[in-house]
Antibody
Framework: QMQLQESGPGLVKPSETLSLTCNVSGGSISSSNYWWGWVRQPPGKGLEWIGSIYYSGTTHYSSSLKSRLIISVDTSKNQFSLNLISVTAADTAVYYCARQLGVGRWAFDIWGQGTIVTVSS | QSALTQPPSVSGSPGQSVTISCTGT?????????VSWYQQSPGTAPKLMIY???NRPSGVPDRFSGSKSGNTASLTISGLQAEDEADYYC??????????FGGGTKLTVL
């Protein structure tokens, strides 16, 4: 049974970089059948797609975050990561990592439990 | 990027059917059969209920069904149960390529 687990700081200062890692267990991140994505949810608000990555390193990013975002994959560690630079209070949210069904299928079938990140000085 | 449009709330009594709509454009919902629906209970991660407009993942009851007409997708829940009370989100592939979510709909079981 595949599981995903987010990890990283729960508090980030404004203008600094938010860094999160998603550890994948119970299966290989190098499977050709899946992409891997990040989704966030500000307190009391809806879901927002951040971006997705394939094990080869190919990425798709949200146009609204693209200028501040890097998503990377480390197949040797079976994990992928999110780096969001120059954060503001608007980046405060629960951040989820998730497995994305197949190439071009754009549905997330397995999710991590989520990690709360607060941007505050 | 603007979200897909969902009604903020819907409600129904146990045993009834409810339908949640998700309206987009020809660049997302109308242009691709890549609409998904998620159920989210408070404090938990979303759960995939429907993918590619009308496909149910293993384990999702057949009371949940999805459809699409033009730029609007719909999730129908028949035989409503108390446990169905949750927030529901649609999503769609959008040309770019990107993914866009709806604003979410709160389902109340009366």
């Amino acid at each position: 049974q595949m599981q995903l687990q987010e990890s990283g700081p729960g508090l980030v200062k404004p203008s600094e970089t938010l860094s999160l890692t998603c550890n994948v267990s119970g299966g290989s991140i190098s499977s050709s059948n899946y992409w891997w994505g990040w989704v966030r949810q500000p307190p009391g608000k809806g879901l927002e797609w951040i971006g997705s990555i394939y094990y080869s390193g190919t990425t798709h990013y949200s146009s609204s975050l693209k200028s501040r975002l890097i998503i990377s994959v480390d197949t040797s560690k079976n994990q992928f990561s999110l780096n969001l630079i120059s954060v503001t209070a608007a980046d405060t949210a629960v951040y989820y990592c998730a497995r994305q069904l197949g190439v071009g299928r754009w549905a997330f079938d397995i999710w991590g439990q989520g990690t709360i990140v607060t941007v505050s000085s | 990027q603007s979200a897909l449009t969902q009604p903020p709330s819907v409600s129904g009594s146990p045993g009834q059917s409810v339908t949640i709509s998700c309206t987009g454009t020809s660049s997302d919902v109308g242009g691709y059969n890549i609409v998904s629906w998620y159920q989210q209970s408070p404090g938990t991660a979303p759960k995939l209920m429907i993918y590619e407009v009308s496909n149910r993942p293993s384990g999702v009851p057949d009371r949940f069904s999805g459809s699409k007409s033009g730029n609007t997708a719909s999730l129908t829940i028949s035989g409503l149960q108390a446990e169905d009370e949750a927030d529901y989100y649609c999503s769609s592939h959008r040309s770019g390529p990107t993914l866009v979510f709806g604003g979410g709909t709160k389902l109340t079981v009366l």
